[in-house]
């Protein structure tokens, strides 16, 4: 696969029986790829597949235990970022390697000064020039800190290119982007595969893998189990490949009438980090059987917007009542008494991983489990195991958390708070860093709860997450709502516009 013109007679790199072992764990097992100028190639497989280990092998964060890497035909040795860099290879992670008070252009050529002086203005001309050729459009003045996500994104691949690399590996790079901001990051794409780039795409949105690459290969287990050209497959075949058997389709999502009032909130402020301001005069109602989405750009709020409902965080001002029940600035332990679920961002804090999963699974309500603080095991264990089977958690009671998959940790978590059938449900990024697999079964049981008459406020930076689950959204920007939009009825660029701060349309 190349771009148009005479086609090379080698790959530009080629990975030959690589593996690596991490102690029992075999993450690659013999694994070859080949990487064509002018194409994209999309790398898929769950967690824990071996994709992260494979691409730290290319970009020489790891040393492989055995196989070859060949640049041009040629034999190479990675033993840093640095000779694969050397060797025209780039990567641009989700979490971006820049220097936020710095300018585009200081960021940009930082590692690469060729000398103890820097010639800025030079250096910003060569910045400029290879902005407008790939049309990654930005001010080479701006610092870091007065750039959105999707502008930093951009800042990374230009600091690639002017390295001079011939190989970018993109890691997840639509994660927390607005869909116009996916728009141009796939016409810089193009743009780079038609100059004779070879671009590697690891992504779990299989939408995006199917319009984007040309070929495609799968990872399971450490091993490569199909490599594809992209049009000779489809998404349901990606996504069976990749769990090893049918990709069961998601459930349903049934109309049903909301009921009453289950969460009224009204001009809710709060601050968050340095006691900057993060929620202003927020105004919201959820109705039992219902899903609210919260959209928006990362760090515009949504993180103390959950935290505040969930009593992790006190409100400056504002009103919090659910199901009757005034919980503005009470802690997590009477928001829960009030019926209130709180699934938060981060799964690893919510649970103790040096615990069981029997102890982690009765945590917040010990009071159950015994007497004058004399817990009964005989019943914390009975909890386990019934929740255990209920909620299909690879695991048993006494396996610590921290050695179960993060699917497996999510599900620990939903079963602790779900169990309790609450009427109000506070969930933020329920399937960050899930596979295929554990996703479908995160979003089947938070419409199992909407069906059960659950009031439901999602959080989450994956909009087509979003638009499948949520009946209404609101858009958050600068910790005010910039938007309210029925689900069925939005426009995914009208909701791009109010992520990013447009005044709503009416």
């Known amino acids: 696969m190349t771009a148009a013109g005479d086609s090379p007679a080698t790959p530009v790199v080629e990975l030959r029986s690589i593996s ?23 790398v898929l497989g769950e967690n824990g597949a071996g994709k992260t280990t494979l691409m730290r092998i290319l970009y020489g964060l790891s040393i492989p235990d055995g196989g070859e890497i060949y640049v041009d035909g040629d034999l190479a040795h990675f033993a840093s970022p640095k000779d694969a860099i050397g060797a025209g290879i780039g990567m641009v992670t989700q979490h971006f390697a820049l220097v936020r008070p710095m300018t585009v252009t200081e960021n940009i050529i930082l590692g690469r000064t060729g000398g103890a002086i820097l010639d800025l203005d030079r250096a910003k001309d060569l910045v400029e020039e290879a902005a407008d050729r790939y049309g990654l459009h930005v001010e080479p ?23 001079e690399c011939r190989v970018l590996i993109l890691d997840e790079p ?29 992504s779990h949105k299989l939408p995006e893998v199917m319009e984007l690459t040309d070929r495609v290969t799968v990872l399971r287990h450490g091993k490569v189990v199909h490599t594809v050209e992209t049009d000779e497959v489809d998404a349901a075949g990606l996504a069976s490949w990749m769990v090893g058997r049918p990709a069961a389709p998601p459930e349903p999502r049934t109309h049903s009438e909301p009921g009453a009032t289950a969460l009224e909130v009204s001009d809710l402020s709060a601050v968050g980090g340095l006691d900057l301001p993060a929620l202003s005069d927020v105004n ?21 917007l959950a935290e505040v409902l969930s009593g992790m965080r006190k409100p400056t001002a ?86 179960l998959s993060g699917g497996n940790i999510q599900k620990v978590l939903l079963a602790r708070v779900l169990v309790r059938e609450p009427r109000v449900i506070v969930v933020s990024q329920p399937t960050r860093g899930l596979d295929i697999g554990a996703t479908a079964y995160v979003r089947n049981e938070l419409l199992a709860m909407r069906r059960q008459g659950a009031a439901i406020v999602l959080m989450s930076e994956d909009l087509d997450e979003l638009l499948e689950l949520s009946d209404r959204l609101i858009v958050l920007y600068d910790g005010r709502i910039a938007g309210r939009v029925d689900a069925a009825e939005a426009d995914r660029d009208q909701l791009g516009l109010l992520m990013a701060g447009h005044t709503e349309v009416a």
């Open 284 to 304: 919201f109602e959820v109705a039992a059987g219902e899903i609210l989405g919260v959209a928006g750009v990362s760090g515009n709020g949504q993180t103390e």
């Open 20 to 42: 690596k072992r991490f102690g029992d764990v075999l993450a690659n097992e013999g694994v070859n790829l080949s990487l064509w100028g002018g194409e994209v190639h999309g």
């Open 174 to 202: 639509t994660a927390v982007l607005t869909p116009q901001e996916i728009r141009a990051l796939f016409a810089t794409l193009d743009r780079l595969r038609a100059s004779g780039m070879a671009i590697v795409f690891i």
């Open 318 to 403: 504002g009103s919090i009542i659910a199901d009757g029940t005034q919980i503005a600035g009470k802690g997590p332990k009477q928001v829960i008494a009030a019926g209130v679920g709180r699934i938060p961002e981060d799964r690893h804090e919510a649970l103790v991983g040096d615990m069981s999963v029997a102890n982690n699974l009765i945590l917040e309500h010990l009071d159950e489990a015994g007497k004058r603080l004399i817990l009964d095991r005989d019943r914390i264990r009975a909890n386990a195991l019934d929740l255990i089977e209920r909620f299909s958690i690879k695991a048993g009671p006494d396996d610590l958390v921290k050695t």
């Open 141 to 163: 003045d701006r610092r870091l800190s007065d750039l959105s996500v999707g502008e930093q994104q951009r800042v990374e691949i230009l600091k690639a290119l002017y390295r």
